[in-house]
């Protein structure tokens, strides 16, 4: 943190070269310095272009493992053996009861962000005899649609995976809904099917403008997202 005199009188900025010899080579450095006053001088040495590049990657790559480990150690393994699925639970969700879940996930102090799973009997033995990925989103924001407390929906990104021992593909959607109840809402959503019983994952959490999901926030749900899968068949 400056002082309170640093930030009273704006430091000047010069820059001098200084010229070290070393028996017959001269090596010049160049130095760029916040001069306050004689008695108080603050250095900064210039870096050469390539080093100045790779100390920002290694800022940047020590803060991305950082990040990472710290989201993975606040996920924790749930695993419901009956209905044979399996995911990543944040820890500052705990499990409450709802009629239609199989599972259900609240935030504590805040029950409007949650991870929800219903598994449903079905005839058809993958989600690819149903439809493409963008077919099954397509239908998805369209029963949102048709809900009376939605306003808006609209499906921000598609995708796939191959589940567990690739026996089955499992279908990603990412969407945005504003509701009348609790405003506009961030939802990751995972679906696959296995031994003709249909798997749907919902993660939902608040994205109000005046408090966006943060960065952070959204990476620890996106592993909640690929980490659902089906049970290995016994």
Known sequence: MWSSSFLASP????????????HKKIHKQQILCFTQNPSSTIGITLLSKRHLNLSILTLLFNGFLLDKATSTADLQR???????FTLLIPSSYTKVEKAGANALFEEQNNGSNNIGVVVSPVRIKSLEDFGDPQFVADKLINA????????EAEVV????????????????FEYKIDSTRGGIKRVFSAAFVSSKKLYLLNVVHSDKPENPLDSSTRMLLEQVLHSFDALPLS
């Open 78 to 84: 749930y695993t419901d053996s009956n209905n044979g």
């Open 144 to 151: 949102e649609k048709r809900k009376e407390s939605t306003k």
């Open 157 to 172: 990104s598609v995708g796939e995976r191959s589940g567990q021992g690739q026996q089955q593909q499992v279908y990603e």
């Open 11 to 22: 430091p000047k900025l010069s820059l001098f070269s200084s010229s070290l010899s070393h």
